[in-house]
């Protein structure tokens, strides 16, 4: 994984401004790693996406977050602190492709979804739908009693089980933060999500260096090129000299 270049959020930007999350993730990443192809990347379990996406955001940004949520007892906001560390969960299960689980009798073999899974659940017509769907990607065999068994034709708490084995195979899909109110003193668990946060540092900072890139191109008659190769300290010392 490489650190993202002034250029290079530029170009990551303008390419996933009008794309779904689940492009902008992947234009992340083949950005940041130019020798895996696009296939490869939609490839990765979500949980292994978004701790790539951790490290892209660390070598770019460094290890500090800061972000803010809505109390949603009151609407208070409340700014939050963390580190990439405290966001990367440990998994001992390391790249299996094909994982196991016996529940009430069925035998069952998997794979944990991916970004192409997560883009064919975006047609369903409800989250019923969408999680009958992933099942019947994401099982590679099912049977009872050495007899094969339809994924559908599987009981509900197998198919919760399943559910289960997933979210443990692949922790880091699913980041809660615990969260306090210091307001009204309510508590309750949010969803990070990589993508959306990554996107919006990325997106706001695109800006300011098109917006810098306007300023000294004025100023001086340079190309954009050559703005953008500069350092970003570089880069403000000319801004305060031509404002």
Request: a negative charge; hydrophobic letters at 45%.
């Amino acid at each position: 994984m490489n650190p993202l270049s002034a250029h290079d959020l530029l170009a990551v930007w303008e390419a996933g401004e009008d794309k779904h999350p689940l492009d902008r993730a992947l234009t992340l990443l083949a950005t940041a790693s130019p020798e895996q192809t696009w296939e490869d990347l939609a490839a990765l379990s979500i949980g292994r996406r978004d701790a790539s996406l951790l490290a892209v955001r660390e070598q770019t940004y460094g290890p500090k977050l800061e972000g803010f949520v809505q109390c949603p007892h009151c609407s208070e906001s409340l700014e939050f602190d963390l580190t990439v560390a405290d966001l990367v969960v440990e998994s001992s299960h390391g790249e299996q492709r094909a994982l196991e689980l016996e529940s009430d009798g069925y035998e069952l073999r998997f794979r944990l979804p991916d970004s192409r899974d997560l883009a064919s659940l975006l047609g369903a017509r409800d989250s019923t739908a969408a999680h009958d769907l992933l099942l019947e990607r994401c099982v590679l065999k099912a049977s009872r009693g050495g007899e094969p068994v339809e994924v559908g034709d599987l009981p509900a708490g197998v198919a919760a089980d399943l559910s289960v084995a997933m979210s443990e195979h692949d922790p880091q899909a699913e980041v809660l933060l615990d969260l306090l109110c210091p307001a009204c003193e309510h508590r309750w668990q949010a969803l990070f999500d990589i993508v959306t946060f990554f996107w919006t540092e990325l997106a706001n900072q695109a800006q300011r260096l098109l917006r810098e890139v306007h300023a000294l191109a004025r100023a001086y008659g340079w190309r954009e090129a050559d703005i953008l190769a500069m350092s970003a300290r570089r880069r403000q010392f000319y801004m305060e000299m031509a404002t």
